[in-house]
């Protein structure tokens, strides 16, 4: 079965405290691997796609990078606007799930001043 | 470019009561979806419209409707609603080619008594 599973749920950080967050997977034939942030009473934002083992991607004070088991995002020298929900999701290449995103639960950043 | 748009933003009803949320997207996508978000169980998939013309279930179809009224506008419909329906719903599109990310719009909060 198609599965996405985030740690840890939460994460407190103070400002300036780097850390990662991680996306473990089992997907039928992966097509890509999906990071969103989602803010309080928002839509998922999308940060970045990773579609192969050993991609990693950049932007501002995150990193992703990818293996074949799972994703981590670095998060470097965090500012209190990060703070927000950050998703993982999966496309299957195959299978039922097929062409569809599979979503984690997620993981909840707090970035304290 | 107003990307995803939702409506409503809020919305409560009372058991048995019908309602229609409905979605827009002015990118130019071939493929819609419809998520629920509720806590602790991540996004799930109700519907989702891979092109114009067509629709298929998702993860978590039964008491829904869907209809997909042209390439921009993807509206979801309770016939009858529950309380199990409590949620926040959200729509998504993707450019439907290859393997691409999906956008959300903001998201309709629905109470059912």
């Known amino acids: 079965e198609d599965q996405v599973t985030q740690s840890p749920e939460a994460l407190r950080l103070q400002e300036g405290e780097s850390s990662s967050l991680n996306c473990s997977y089992t997907v039928s034939g992966l097509r890509g691997l999906f990071w969103y942030r989602q803010d309080p009473g928002k839509g998922p934002e999308f940060l970045f796609t990773l579609y192969s083992a050993g991609e990693e991607k950049e932007k501002e004070r995150l990193k992703a990078t990818l293996t074949k088991k799972e994703s981590f995002l670095h998060i470097t020298a965090p500012k209190p606007e990060d703070s927000a929900t950050y998703l993982c999701?999966?496309?299957?290449?195959?299978?039922?799930?097929?062409?569809?995103?599979?979503f984690g639960k997620g993981t909840k950043l707090s970035v304290k001043p | 470019n107003a990307g995803v748009t939702q409506t409503p933003k809020f919305q409560v009803l009372k058991t048995g009561q019908s309602m229609t949320l409905q979605c827009a997207q002015d990118m130019n996508h071939n493929s819609m979806y419809w998520y629920r978000q509720d806590p602790g169980m991540g996004l799930r998939l109700i519907y989702y419209s891979a092109s114009e013309g067509t629709t298929d279930k998702g993860e978590v179809p039964n008491g829904y409707n869907v209809s997909r009224l042209n390439k921009r506008e993807f509206s979801l419909r309770l016939e009858s609603a529950a309380p199990s329906q409590t949620s926040v719903y959200f729509c998504a599109s993707r450019t439907g080619f290859g393997y691409n990310e999906q956008f959300f719009g903001p998201g309709t909060r629905l109470t059912v008594l």
């Open positions: 999701a999966v496309q299957a290449g195959t299978g039922r799930s097929q062409g569809n995103l599979i």
